[in-house]
T-cell receptor, first 108, second 114 residues
Framework: AQRVTQPEKLLSVFKGAPVELKCNYS??????LFWYVQYSRQRLQLLLR??SRESIKGFTADLNKGETSFHLKKPFAQEEDSAMYYC??????????FGQGTELSVKP | KAGVTQTPRYLIKTRGQQVTLSCSPI?????VSWYQQTPGQGLQFLFE???????NKGNFPGRFSGRQFSNSRSEMNVSTLELGDSALYLC?????????????FGPGTRLTVL
């Protein structure tokens, strides 16, 4: 079955520390993966997608098919990075399967 | 361009009633998807409409239905409301031409069933 797992509900780091939000997936085909972010009192928005191989706001994510992972990383966390982060897998027909989300808290 | 809009933003209903939620996509977008967000189950896909046709459906009972109009606006209906239907309902729009088109989310409608 298709599934996305984010093992951490809450991740707390200090400003300037590296951050890694974990995402593992289960999918029988060739996966297309995304990270969405929701800042406080804002709507859910796309952060990045693996197919673009881009860096947004200093975040990167590498698809590791061997480990079925798509972890989100940033070398130096900023306070404004505090938000809910959702990993999502694109299933057939455009249906997104979301993980449970990880709340990132960056402390000053 | 204006973003995805959803109305109403908040709704309180009682068990057994029915409710209709509305979503207006970004101009030019032809696909509208609906998701239910709850603390326990997270974000779950309900259905997707493209050019007035349901193109995908999630694992929800038949009490949940939707439709799309010729201007791409979409409505979602829930009949015979249950307490467990209390949730944030999000809609997302995309161009709909490729399955990988970015989905842009609305602010959601918070439904409370008493």
């Amino acid at each position: 079955a298709q599934r996305v797992t984010q093992p951490e509900k809450l991740l707390s780091v200090f400003k300037g520390a590296p951050v890694e939000l974990k995402c593992n997936y289960s999918y029988s085909g060739s996966p297309e993966l995304f990270w969405y972010v929701q800042y406080s009192r804002q709507r859910l928005q796309l952060l990045l997608r693996h197919i673009s191989r881009e860096s947004i706001k200093g975040f990167t994510a590498d698809l590791n098919k061997g480990e079925t992972s798509f972890h989100l990383k940033k070398p130096f966390a900023q306070e404004e990075d505090s938000a809910m982060y959702y990993c999502a897998l694109l299933h057939q027909g455009g249906k997104l399967i979301f993980g449970q989300g990880t709340e990132l808290s960056v402390k000053p | 361009k204006a973003g995805v809009t959803q109305t109403p933003r908040y709704l309180i209903k009682t068990r057994g009633q029915q409710v209709t939620l509305s979503c207006s996509p970004i101009s030019g977008h032809r696909s509208v998807s609906w998701y239910q967000q709850t603390p326990g189950q997270g974000l779950q896909f309900l259905f997707e409409y493209f050019s007035e046709t349901q193109r995908n459906k999630g694992n929800f009972p038949g009490r949940f239905s939707g439709r799309q109009f010729s201007n791409s606006r979409s409505e979602m209906n829930v009949s015979t409301l249950e307490l467990g239907d209390s949730a944030l309902y999000l809609c997302a729009s995309s161009l709909g031409q490729a399955r990988t088109d970015t989905q842009y989310f609305g602010p959601g409608t918070r439904l409370t069933v008493l």
